[in-house]
């Protein structure tokens, strides 16, 4: 199984503001994600971080708004820009490995960010 | 497109009680199915798996079994603890795919 850390655990910020949440896994991975979860809401995948190249933003999510930087196999960083306090989310750092369709999904603790 | 549905909450229960909390998918081909389980204050865990039609994935007195009949995966416990007060997530991934849908979850709590 793979553990992940998240930093910063939670942040209460300023609207018009940024925030860097950092994702650390204690083990190569392959594929690397990040979802948000709403207050109350289910998870929805902001991106999948490849390292090396640009990250695959879901409909909806543009890399102006939520840069992510993956420079190895163990880590990533999701920028949360200009935010608002619709940006007020859970932010879960997410990876596998392996044969994809086999291989179990394992999550981060989550960054919980309120924007005043 | 794949998506899950599942039961909305809360369901609150007393402790040994018998648990299910529906899930059903609409997805193309043969998805693999989960339950994830989010402690309050904490990540989502893996709860259980199945992979393939029939298949019954169980963990810590939890079963749920991929229907394909009726396109569900409900989750079941047969005596209920308040340690398993929690939000549980019905969850797909699509054959071949790289994107897991998560359901709406469903927040359970139980009653000493």
């Known amino acids: 199984s793979a553990v992940i850390s998240q930093k910063p655990s939670r942040d209460i910020c300023q609207r018009g503001t940024s925030l860097t949440i950092q994702c650390q896994v204690d083990?190569?991975?392959?594929?690397m994600f990040w979802y948000r979860q709403q207050p109350g809401q289910s998870l929805t995948l902001i991106a999948t971080a490849n390292q090396g190249s640009e990250a695959t933003y879901e409909s909806g999510f543009v890399i102006d708004k939520f840069p992510i930087s993956r420079p190895n196999l163990t880590f990533s960083t999701l920028t949360v820009s200009n935010m608002s306090p619709e940006d007020s989310s859970i932010y879960l750092c997410?990876?596998?490995?392996?044969?994809?369709?086999?291989?179990?999904?394992?999550f981060g603790p989550g960054t919980r960010l309120l924007v005043l | 497109g794949n998506s899950v549905t599942q039961m909305e909450g809360p369901v609150t229960l007393s402790e040994e009680a018998f648990l299910t909390i529906n899930c059903t998918y609409t997805?193309?081909?043969?998805?693999?199915l989960f339950w994830y389980v989010q402690y309050p204050g904490e990540g989502l865990q893996l709860l259980l798996k199945?992979?393939?039609?029939?298949d019954k994935g169980s963990n810590k007195g939890f079963e749920a079994t991929y229907r394909k009949e009726t396109t569900s995966f409900h989750l079941e416990k047969g005596s209920v603890q308040v340690s398993d007060s929690a939000v549980y997530f019905c969850?797909?991934?699509?054959?071949?795919?790289?994107?897991?849908?998560f359901g709406a979850g469903t927040r359970l709590f139980v009653k000493a």
């Open positions: 997805a193309t081909g043969y998805p693999s």
């Open positions: 199945a992979t393939k039609a029939d």
């Open positions: 997410s990876v596998a490995d392996g044969t994809w369709v086999q291989e179990t999904q394992y």
């Open positions: 969850a797909l991934r699509g054959a071949g795919g790289f994107k897991t849908i």
């Open positions: 083990s190569q991975v392959t594929m």
